[in-house]
């Protein structure tokens, strides 16, 4: 049992009162304070982790076509290069970006408009991350991709020319 007890007074004082004893038992306080604890505890929630659904295609016969199929390489930097069509002779030449609203947002609005304007098609993406750039800018160009609404991406292994290229931007 929890309990508090005052001081005796010092002996040799004028008036020699007969005083009572005050006793306090904190026995209901201590099992107040414990089920205070109990009960936060148990109703406090915890940040939950947050997924990204991804699908990934188990692979099809049919090729990209060019005209469609806008590539997107992942530099270091928290930098971008990204070209439409295919590298050797693209319909929208390699150029650096960044992760911003200005920068590949723009983009993939712009381009997708443009695609659809001429192919009455979605536009499709291809994310191709490299060995220098880090799994935070996956993850901005998938938000990116998924703000923008376009429907059709992959991520698939960056190539050599690829690499090359990212060389010369200076971005590998």
Known sequence: MAELNPSTPKAGGAHKRKKMNL??????????AFLLITFFIMTTTLAKPKAMDLAMPVGSGDPVPASRSL????GKNNQLMYYLGELKSPLIA??????NQRGIRKVLLETGKSVYDKTGKGMIVLVKPSDHSVYNNLVNVLDELTITNVSTYAIVDIDPHD??????????
């Not at 006793?23 to 107040?32: E, G, P």
């Not at 590539?71 to 992942?74: A, I, P, R």
């Not at 690499?163 to 590998?172: A, E, F, N, R, S």
Request: charged share 20%.
């Open 71 to 74: 590539t997107v390489c992942l």
């Open 163 to 172: 690499t090359d290229m990212l060389k010369q931007k200076g971005i590998y």
């Open 23 to 32: 006793r306090v038992d904190l026995t209901a306080m201590v099992d107040l």
């Open 94 to 99: 390699p150029t650096v970006t960044g992760f």
